[in-house]
């Protein structure tokens, strides 16, 4: 089977050659030199952090052998390592990261796809081996290509100790709860998996350009995906018709929050109708992760209980002085929370969705 379409987890190569905060950290890795060590949070928490992207060096060897890559092209973040990972992560006091597989390039095959999933698994199995309890990892699926996402589910999740999924948003314009995609869900329904979902390009945007000159997509766009993926699976009723499994939506749900009075007054307009309680129930059952910076709660929480808020930080897409200096404050500080909310947040809501992450 024949897979054209850019193959992407994780934020897309050509949008965070310069990353939009935090840019000196990013021209010293562009540089050569390591990644910068934040200074220690201040916070008391045991955190786990559940969206922390990971480009495996094997598989961008590979890649690059194969042709399918141009190392320059991808974003300096990329050429980080484990090492880099732990000290970030003592720094901000992070416990464990869940690994965000991501593998950007337009594959020949789907056997070529299957060989780079598969050095994505074995290196992140080995770095997990090789730092107990520090890191554990997703699979990643390519819902358009179902054969081998099927394949994937059985391997990761059934053989290798994966603790769930990473898909996009949207493949080709596809966006999940698409009912293409049901016999997947099926599956993933039967492992109880968590689905963890990351934005991609708008569809039909001019290819490694932004929609908006000036404007990186991930900036707007991204979070149109998340809101658009999000917005599909209500009205596809997809938490309902796949009762088992938990998505994970990130940065805060993208604008999903913010539109869902919108929605639940104006949804009868869509097709198929969404019924305010269906948008009422969805919101509450999916989960949400604070990368970002992400913003103030306030809104988030007249709709998502505070118990399905994830700690997340976008590391290294989002440098280390980002997560450090801004986003980790600005959560801290955020009077929307609780303090029990925020152990909530930071370890144990985390815990109770992959109970697999004491044993990490």
């Not at 089977?1 to 905060?21: Q, Y």
């Not at 021209?27 to 008391?44: D, I, K, L, W, Y």
Request: with cysteine; aromatic share 8%; net charge negative.
């Amino acid at each position: 089977m024949s897979t054209p379409a850019l193959r992407l987890l994780g934020t897309p190569a050509d949008e965070l050659r310069i990353a939009a905060v935090g840019t000196s950290e990013v021209v010293r890795v562009a540089r050569g030199h390591t990644a910068q060590v934040p200074e220690p949070s201040r916070t008391r928490h045991s955190k786990i952090d559940m969206h922390h992207h990971y480009c495996a060096p094997e598989w961008r060897e590979w890649a690059v052998h194969h042709g399918l890559v141009d190392v320059e092209r991808l974003p300096p973040w990329t050429r980080l390592g484990t090492e880099d990972a732990i000290r970030f992560m003592d720094g901000a006091g992070i416990t464990t990261a869940v690994l965000k597989p991501m593998l950007p390039a337009r594959y020949r095959s789907s056997a070529q796809l299957r060989e780079a999933i598969n050095i994505t698994l074995r290196s992140m199995i080995e770095v997990a081996a090789s730092h107990p309890g520090r890191f554990a990892f997703y699979v990643p699926l390519f819902l358009d290509d179902p054969e081998a996402s099927s394949w994937a589910v059985r391997r990761g999740l059934g053989r290798l100790g994966a603790v769930g999924v990473n898909v996009t948003a949207n493949y080709g314009g596809v966006y999940l709860g698409d009912p293409t995609y049901d016999r997947l869900f099926h599956e993933l329904n039967e492992h109880a998996a968590v689905v963890d979902t990351h934005p991609h390009n708008l569809p039909d945007g001019p290819p490694g350009a932004a929609t908006v000159p000036g404007i990186p997509n991930f900036m707007c766009d991204f979070l149109l995906d998340t809101t658009r993926a999000a917005v599909n699976m209500i009205s596809r009723r997809t938490l309902d018709r796949f009762p088992d499994i938990s998505v994970v939506l990130p940065h805060a749900g993208g604008f999903l929050p913010y539109i869902a009075t919108r929605l639940e007054a104006l949804g009868r307009f869509c097709e198929p109708r969404v019924e305010s309680a269906a948008v009422r129930d969805h919101l509450s059952r999916f989960y949400y992760d604070t990368a970002g910076p992400m913003a103030p709660a306030a809104t988030l929480l007249e709709h998502v209980p505070a118990d399905h808020v994830l700690f997340g930080t976008d590391w290294p897409a989002a440098p280390a002085d980002t997560v450090t200096d801004l986003a980790l404050p600005a959560l801290d500080a955020d009077p929307a929370f609780t303090p029990e909310q925020l152990q909530g947040i930071y370890h144990d809501n985390a815990m109770r969705l992959i109970p697999q992450l004491a044993t990490a």
